[in-house]
């Protein structure tokens, strides 16, 4: 089984940003598939085939880096979750596009595999925009989390959920623009704003934002 997870907390985002990521993913995955959004909101309706669950550790939301986020790895959670051992686990940041087929990135052998090589002047290759974990891999990922580990460990900023990733599996499989997942006007992002050719998802870190280049043919396309 394969379970689609975002997530939502705060105030920076709207209601609106899952339904536009949750339409794109039904659009271009034909594998069977659960879209699950992860929340700090009451119950609120975004349409049939979207089940909304609680965020655990809402004290971690506080926290810039998405470090709630490292919960995923919780074999606990993930059963409270409906997630079985074995199953396969995309996570897909709120605000990323998804612009072409997205088969081909859930068939990956590898127990965890994540977006690799857009940061330029990171310490950190991992970028948490995009991963998938299959269930049941690596516990200790969360099981070894701490703050106190967290910042301990080399980093950009701040402490973040990639940075701890990076720490835990160096030698996770990778995304990036050999399979069709970019990082917006991140390295090997082409001059300009056309979308590149065989691009599967643009991912928005950082200051980026969909909605701010939605005068952009190909966002306005997909992004809906």
């Not at 995955?29 to 309706?45: I, K, S, V, Y």
């Not at 709630?68 to 409270?80: C, T």
């Not at 080399?154 to 030698?171: K, S």
Request: one cysteine or more; aromatic letters at 12%; charged letters at 20%.
């Amino acid at each position: 089984m394969l379970h689609v997870v975002t997530w939502l907390w705060g105030s920076a985002y709207g209601e609106h940003y899952v339904r536009h990521l949750a339409a794109a993913v039904g659009r271009n995955l034909n594998e069977a598939h659960r879209f699950l959004a992860l929340t700090d909101r009451p119950r609120f309706g975004l349409g049939e085939g979207v089940a909304q669950y609680g965020i655990q550790d809402i004290g971690l939301t506080k926290i810039k880096g998405c470090i709630a986020r490292l919960r995923l790895f919780d074999p606990a959670y993930q059963r409270d979750l409906g997630i079985k051992e074995g199953d396969k686990v995309l996570s897909l940041d709120l605000d990323l596009v998804v612009t072409g087929a997205l088969d081909a990135l859930v068939t990956r052998p590898e127990g965890f595999s994540i977006l690799q090589g857009i940061n330029s002047n990171n310490l950190c290759p991992f970028n948490g925009s995009v991963w998938m974990l299959r269930a049941g891999y690596r516990p200790d990922v969360w099981t070894s989390f701490s703050m106190d580990a967290v910042n301990k460990i080399p980093r950009h900023e701040y402490p973040d959920d990639q940075g701890w990733l990076y720490h835990m599996m160096p030698d996770a499989g990778a995304y990036g623009p050999s399979c069709g997942v970019y990082g917006f006007k991140k390295l090997h992002w082409p001059s300009g704003d056309a979308l590149p050719d065989g691009a599967k998802v643009v991912a928005f870190p950082g200051w980026r934002d969909p909605a701010k280049f939605a005068h952009i043919d190909w966002i306005r396309e997909h992004w809906r």
